[in-house]
């Protein structure tokens, strides 16, 4: 009982942070997101622009019969754009909705693991100041010598531009 009273001292310090983490890389970068957000993991297949949508939003694709938006998170980030490999595929998250949850796709360049990240490896996010939107970063994650930007997909995926994806889809 005590270990796991010292977990959740641990958990409550990192503002819940602690847990299992989907990594992918963007720009040779390695990011995170919380595994409770992810829903599937698929190839890139084809995807439908839609006319005036912002520019990081590819479009959409027909999941099984359901429609979900997609977005280019290295559009969204400001990087610039990759050929698609074969390593190239669509993570498929489910966000805060301002009723329910809402089934978006982000393009990746490749997924690379399953962490548990532990609350004591992850760093409160650094101030940059200026004009970077720290506000997506949930924290750093320290690993193995290296770090691990984990997102916080639901910031990262704005309630304005949920609006602009659910018309979309």
């Known amino acids: 009982m005590k270990a796991s009273e010292n977990q959740r001292d641990a958990t409550t310090r990192s503002g819940g942070k602690e847990g299992k983490y989907l990594t992918f890389f963007l720009n040779e970068e390695e990011y995170g997101i919380s595994i409770l957000k992810v829903r599937e993991i698929i190839g890139m297949m ?45 993570i498929v998250v489910e966000i805060k909705g301002t009723s329910s949850q809402i089934p978006m796709g982000i393009v990746v360049d490749s997924v690379s693991e399953v962490l548990n990240i532990r609350a004591s490896d992850i760093e409160e996010t650094p101030s940059f100041g200026g004009a970077l939107k720290a506000e997506y970063i949930l924290g750093i994650g320290k690993m193995d010598g290296g770090i691990k930007i984990l997102l916080d997909i639901d910031k990262v995926l704005n309630s304005d531009e949920i609006v602009a994806l659910q018309r979309a889809a």
Request: aromatic share 6%; net charge positive; glycine share 6%.
């Open 46 to 90: 084809p995807v439908t622009s839609v006319p005036l949508a912002p520019e990081f939003i590819k479009g959409v694709i027909n999941l099984r019969g359901k429609v979900i938006p997609i977005v280019d998170l290295r559009r969204k980030f400001g990087m610039p754009d990759a050929e698609y490999t074969d390593r190239t595929c669509i």
